[in-house]
């Protein structure tokens, strides 16, 4: 719980429970808030990259358990079906029997159609759906390419997963506008039957800025939007998820002297590689960024070196140096710290010019103030003559679990 500095997991071992796939970095939409810097390149990766990435990922051993393979940036769907059915047949035929490969895909929800859904049940493959709420909030940022507005498409395409059966969870980026309508948005929610709700906060990273002003206002305007909305939701009991409470309870409330993990600052825990074969670890939205000082964040490329080369150069390199100055930093400075575990590099650099600094406004909001806010509640619960505690909501199968799903769907 908060104020706990116990020690975060880092393995000398690598334990990838995250692979980041990049099949191509072109997106058939161009988002206000768009961060990726080579979104108009159709390049798609070579089903050999595959194959190439996979062998390496097995025969390593450092393979965890279950690993989530989530396919994202740009849009993952401007890729054929065809071309998904035969990497994941090549992965499973690689797979050994002691690991278990979960796919997900982030998507904007516009080219969904009945042979994706057929997909995604063949293969119970996780999908998250960008949307940022009714017409009129959702269609602010998320342009076509001509500059008009994608609600229709992306509710045709979630309406489409409902009516075959297909789980799924929507990611909303909160704005200026949208964190002052709790009510209105869960309202828009249920109208659709959307049950399983992720929410960003709009961040600055890369060459967007936000319009969002950081300090104790926006915690304070959040931490009201997140409180309403999570005792609305379970007052509704039809929302089965709200990821900023449910992936919050495991890990304050977790067993003692079980650390809290942190993929993002473990090397090679979270894998991400782009339609060349260029690797990275760490945080997933450093792929594709430019930086002479870091070697643009690359830690080598899958097709010509090995994961046990790529492994020493992420070891031996400034970027693992230096985001471990950070972790430790947090280690000796943040109440939050055993909750945390660190903070996302990414948002350090971005909001503090640095991966060796603390406190970012993007660990304020998805780690503070939910943890706040459902202490809040227990606290209440605590002192009142009736007792019991509060439910969590449950956790889908379908939604990267734990870390995962922590990661992969901060990313609009």
Known sequence: MAGDRTAVTMSATPEIGMVVVQPTAFCNIACTYCYLPDRSNKHVIAQSTVTRLFEQIFASGWACGEITVIWHAGEPLVVPV??????FATIEGLRPASVQVKHSFQTNGTLIDREWCELFKEWQVGVGVSLDGPRELHDLHRKSRSGKGTFDRTISGIRCLRDNDVDFHVISVLSHTSLDQPDELLDFYLSEGIDQICFNVE???GEHVSSLFHGPELRKRYAGFLRRFWHLARQSGRVRFVREIDL????MF???GVPARNIQVEPLAMLNVDSHGNVSSFSP?????????YRDYLLGNINFQSLQEIRDTCLESPLYRDITAGVE??????????????GAPVNKLFENGSFRGTETSYCTLTQMVPTDVILEAYDRLARSETGGSPQPTRSPSPVPSGESAAQSSRMP
């Open 329 to 342: 930093a947090c280690r000796r400075s943040c109440d939050y710290f055993s909750v945390c575990g660190g």
């Open 285 to 293: 939205e450093l792929l594709g960024l430019k930086n002479p000082d």
């Open 203 to 205: 961040e600055s990273e």
């Open 254 to 256: 977790r067993p003692e």
């Open 248 to 251: 919050a309870l495991p890990r």
């Open 82 to 87: 065809s071309f998904y059915r035969e990497a």
